[in-house]
């Protein structure tokens, strides 16, 4: 027992839980690496991106496929995301990257071991030829799921760590690799976010310079750094992998989608969050002063759904001095896969609410694939009726094909409205380069994202049920799978900034409405309304509101009439 | 002799108090009511089946409502009572919107202060909005839904529990 304390004298006690057997006296050489270490990876992040895509080694084990399979699937119920035909499952190519640099030019990953489950045999060696890796200074773990995947995580984290300091001259620090059992998370997750930033940056970027082998490897990268992740960030960096692998294998989902499920799942995003809410509220009050004084008023609606917007400005119509307007609505939807006609029940459950409230309503239906197809004299423009055009996120999908937004705006004028309101989201998805479209709706979605996640969160008792958002998390998803995924014809979420919007509608014979304060008011108190409702903010804009989460704005409510 | 007048005086006028009973004055017992807040009208209907009944009294809950605004929008009763009544506004929206906007603004040390604050025009608004679409997803979309869930999903979800207490 002697002999045992002699030998572990000097062992700093704190390092010895870890499992580092490191002296006392070692110590403040130990620390000063430390600080090294640090300083050289704080550096490294700022190199910017090229790097890291030239230099990273990737591996390839047959088992991650299917791990970032389950991933998916588990995301995405739809029958048009089914997995089981997605190729990438099958592969299992080993990929080499090879770089210019000389730094990793014997850079060899270790493919054939069993990644996910029995990683403690992979040799220090075999994963840095060439740099003694540094391990990183010991750090707390955590979140408790990664302790889950400590095996598959470090080897990456590693190979980052090794790669990120290639450069750079740190020597080894600690004498442990990872031939320990020790389930201790390496790098901690702030920076596998940025590595998770960085990669799905990098895979975009390979996309559009048409490497497609350097894509696929990254693309799955993504995937595994994806789940040390938690919360909003590792929700969308899958839905950003699963786009961008859609890309990359040519799998795109299939169009157009099933639009009563797409009505399911914007009903629980209308539910989650207030942005259709906010849509929904402004437009009205827009119109609502657009329609004062008159007594015969036509709605034409482009995005009717489930005619959701409606009842509060029957509503407000109803109560205002003078009564209620005699009240007449078109509504405009796509065509419905299975018999149903959607339109008209619709119409007639907002009948039955005018009728509740005593206004006289009248309603008809228009199915149609594109809102191009349609034509004025459609529309049956009675004397003396004072219309008004609506428009929630509907105007963006027209831009896929040429000529069809200046055809509807043409259609819009022939109907001589007193008022256009549009909402569209305030983002510019619709650029020529991929990597600047990717990029953009990369921190949109982020945002978004951010935003859901304090929607029923916070609370132990959920305001919000996980279904709500989960289905609010696949409507966003399919959005974002059409932004990276779809081209031409097929990309219909051309999002354009108000800006941009306002280009358009100027040229087109538009001129803006201010929208008043009573539409500011109205929208701060409902956005009070909502929990983490501090985070929202409601901002106005020449006359535009604007509704945005944090710092960044997120859609926005224009008006139009005749100039 | 004196005393003993006294005492039958006193013994007679506690006799008639005694036959007076809240309960033959409903009008009193109605004001009375008209006064309290949503929690005590809640205790107030338990207590007998009169009260109770009395509590269910729609006129009750929309001075309850509304009895800080004035003068009240014209039209509105007939549009609540039509979509389920004051009560039910009261529920749904009323006192989670008075609540939630409170507690955005007002420290926590005011405590029964709530009610005492005046309702704005837009706040109105917005409550029987709510209201109203509320009605339109529970009452007409509810028998319908897509994909068949258990339980019917409600915009006002948001409104049901208070936030960051």
Redesign the interface.
């Known amino acids: 027992m002697w002999s045992c304390e002699a030998e572990d004298a000097g062992v700093d006690e704190l390092f010895a839980v870890l499992g580092y057997k490191v002296k006392s006296s070692d110590m403040a050489e130990v620390a000063q690496k430390i600080e090294q270490l640090e300083e050289v990876m704080g550096s490294v992040q700022q190199d910017g991106l090229s790097q890291l895509a030239s230099e990273t080694v990737h591996y390839n084990p047959s088992d991650l496929s299917s791990w970032l399979e389950s991933m998916i699937s588990g995301l995405n119920p739809m029958p048009e995301f089914d997995s089981s035909s997605d190729p990438f499952l099958e592969s299992s190519t080993i990929t080499t990257i090879d770089n210019g640099s000389s730094v990793n030019s014997r850079a060899q990953m270790v493919a054939d071991s069993d990644f996910g489950s029995d990683l403690i045999s992979i040799p220090g060696k075999a994963i840095y030829p060439r740099t003694q890796p540094p391990a990183p200074p010991p750090q707390p773990q955590p979140q408790p799921q990664q302790q889950q995947q400590p095996p598959a995580k470090k080897p990456k984290t590693l190979s980052y760590l090794g790669n990120s300091v290639a450069n750079l001259q740190s020597e080894r620090v600690f004498a442990r690799p990872v031939e320990s059992t020790r389930s201790v998370v390496l790098v901690d997750s702030q920076e596998n976010g940025i590595r998770l930033v960085h990669t799905l940056m990098a895979c975009a970027e390979a996309v559009q310079q048409e490497n497609f082998k350097l894509a696929e490897a990254l693309v799955k990268n993504v995937g595994f750094l994806a789940v040390s992740q938690a919360g909003a960030m590792r929700k969308v960096a899958t839905y950003f992998a699963e786009a961008l692998a859609r890309r990359i294998y040519r799998l795109y989902p299939t169009n157009p989608q099933d639009p009563?499920?797409t009505?399911?799942l914007q009903?629980?995003f209308?539910?989650t969050c207030p942005y259709l809410?906010f849509a929904h509220?402004t437009a009205n009050q827009a119109i609502l002063e657009a329609f004062a004084g008159k007594n015969r008023v036509h709605v034409i609606d482009f995005s009717m759904k489930?005619g959701?917007q409606w009842?509060?400005l029957?509503?407000?119509l109803?109560?205002r001095?003078g009564?209620p307007p005699s009240f007449r609505l078109t509504g405009i939807g796509p065509p419905s896969n299975d018999n149903t006609d959607h339109l008209q029940?619709v119409g007639w459950?907002?009948a039955?609410?005018a009728e509740?409230?005593?206004v006289e309503f009248e309603y008809r239906g228009f199915v149609a694939t594109s809102l191009a197809d349609l034509n004025a004299a459609m529309f049956d423009i009675r004397e003396g009726e004072t219309v008004a055009v609506n428009s929630i996120f509907e105007l963006h999908q027209l831009l896929a094909r040429p000529g069809a937004i200046e055809k509807v705006l043409q259609v819009v004028r022939e109907l001589k409205p007193e008022i256009l309101t549009v909402v569209e989201q305030e983002a510019n998805h619709n650029g020529n380069v991929f990597l600047e479209r990717f990029t953009e709706s990369l921190h949109y979605y982020s945002t978004l994202f951010d935003s859901l996640e304090s929607?029923g969160a916070?609370?132990c008792?959920a305001?919000?049920?996980d279904?709500?958002k989960v289905m609010s998390e696949v409507y966003l998803g399919r959005q974002i799978c059409n932004v990276v995924a779809c081209e031409g014809v097929d990309r219909i979420e051309r999002h354009e900034t108000l800006t941009q919007w306002r280009v358009r509608f100027g040229s087109a014979g538009f001129g803006p409405v201010h929208l008043g304060s009573?539409a500011y008011?109205?929208a701060s108190?409902?956005l009070?309304?909502?929990?983490g409702?501090d985070g929202y903010r409601v901002e106005e804009n020449n006359g535009c509101l604007m509704l945005g989460w944090h710092t960044r704005t997120l859609i926005a409510t224009s008006a139009w009439k005749l100039s | 002799m004196a005393h003993e007048l006294q005492q039958n005086e006193r013994r007679e006028e506690i006799e008639k108090r005694a036959k007076f009973c809240i309960n033959d004055n409903m009008d009193l017992l109605i004001e009375i009511l008209k006064r309290l807040d949503d929690r005590s009208l809640g205790v107030a209907a338990c207590v007998c089946r009169l009260w109770c009944a009395l509590t269910r009294n729609d006129s009750l809950w929309e001075h309850l409502c509304f009895r800080h605004l004035s003068p009240q929008?014209?039209?509105?009763r007939?549009?609540v009572a039509?979509?389920g009544g004051y009560r039910r506004l009261y529920m749904v929206c009323v006192k989670?919107?008075m609540t939630?906007?409170r507690l955005?603004k007002v420290r926590w040390g005011s405590g029964s202060e709530v009610e005492r604050r005046v309702w704005s025009r837009?706040?109105v608004?917005?409550s029987?909005?709510?209201f109203?679409?509320d009605?339109?997803?529970s009452v007409?979309?509810g028998g319908?839904r897509?994909?068949g869930?258990t339980?019917p999903?409600?915009?006002l979800?948001?409104?049901?529990?208070a936030?960051?207490v």
């Open positions: 009563a499920f009505d399911l009903m629980h209308y539910e809410k509220f489930q959701m009842p509060a029957l509503q407000a109803a109560l001095p009564g029940e459950k907002l039955k609410f509740t409230i005593n929607c916070g609370n008792d305001l919000v049920s279904q709500d009573n008011k109205q108190m409902l009070a309304l909502f929990a409702g | 929008p014209g039209g509105v007939t549009m039509a979509l989670p919107v939630r906007l955005g837009h706040e608004e917005l029987l909005s709510l109203c679409v009605y339109y997803e007409l979309l319908g897509l994909g869930e339980s999903p409600s915009s979800m948001i409104l049901c529990k936030v960051n």
